[in-house]
């Protein structure tokens, strides 16, 4: 394809053709030339491969708003040459119209350390109070012997000769130019003059780590608790990563957690359900919370006391203690026990138990009995 030919000539499309044109148009004609639809005829391959060629600029937006502007230039180094296209410079021309999102940009911009993550697990008490405790990891961290840049004391870094300092270098492929980052100096653009005995030139080493962590009063299993700059070092003094702990509570013996509410299943005689009463439940400040219980109360009953419950993270005040009261039956009973309850039972009218009496009553209602 000589430097004159007009891509949308080529394609058989106008210069405002939109992408769906654009893309029909190369089927058709990469159908027609296809070397398998026309064994042994170089004429047809070659044509084959211009419009494969053209077809991979029209169909990229910013390859072919540089096309029309600037034409095959775009596409040749040095501005001339004929024959296919040559997608040396193309970074360049990108970047020139687009900036540097769309250019090559470069030397690679340093590689942050990556994020730690440490599963921690404590218990109620302590989400209810806050701890303070340390943490013993091993994470990469900065080489001390060179200070985190990875060069040997008393020695330096050299311009990379493989890329000559650009961090990228460029190769064929098939029609185009690729732009990747240096094999030899991994996009930094120089190279160690020589490498630090201790981290090898990666600027790091593993060790073992002390770390404060402050858990405040109120966390909850999921809580995520970051450490700044306490993951792991970045290669050749790159910034560090961050550190995630993630806060597991542990199952209580006497209260579930929902939310900032505390919530506890209280089993009372049926004679405290009838007659009302009092409990008393511990509160996880060290003091007591007295639970009044109304009479006549029905299993599965919750009461609810305010602010005796989980503190608000980070804020104020605390939510509710939830109290679900439990009727118990007896299952053990003395004979004069038994005397008793046969005495109450005779006395009874059915108002004692108006849900009973009102569930039986639908039962006549709907089978007539």
Known sequence: MSPETDLYKLLGVDRGADAAAIKSAYRKL????????????ADAETHFKAVGAAYEVLKDPQKRAAYDRYGHAAFQNGGGGAGQ?????IGDIFETIFGSAFGGGGRQRQRRGADLRYDMQITLDEAFHGKDTQIEIEVSATCDTCSGSG????TGTRGCNLCNGYGKVRAQQGFFMVERPCPNCH?????????????????????EQALKVEVPPGVDTGTRIRLSGK?????????????????????????ERDGTSLVTRVPVSFTTAALGGCVTIPDLDGSTNAIDIPAGIQSGKQLRKRGAGMPVLQGRGRGDLVVEVLVET?????????AILEQFRETETGDECPQSRGFFDKIKEAFGA
Not at 85 to 89: H, V
Not at 151 to 154: D, T, W
Not at 196 to 207: A, P, W
Not at 330 to 338: F, V
């Open 231 to 255: 993951g792991e070092a970045g290669p050749r003094g790159a910034p560090p990563g961050d550190l995630y702990i993630f806060l597991h509570v542990k199952p209580h013996e006497v209260f």
């Open 330 to 338: 007896p299952t053990r009973l003395s004979k004069d026990q038994k």
């Open 85 to 89: 296209p040559d997608f040396g410079d």
């Open 187 to 207: 996009g930094r653009g120089e190279v160690l003059e020589e490498a630090c005995h201790s981290c090898r030139g990666e600027g790091r080493v593993d060790k």
């Open 151 to 154: 060069a040997e004391p008393g």
């Open 30 to 41: 990469a159908m027609k030339y296809h070397p398998d639809r026309n064994p042994g005829d």
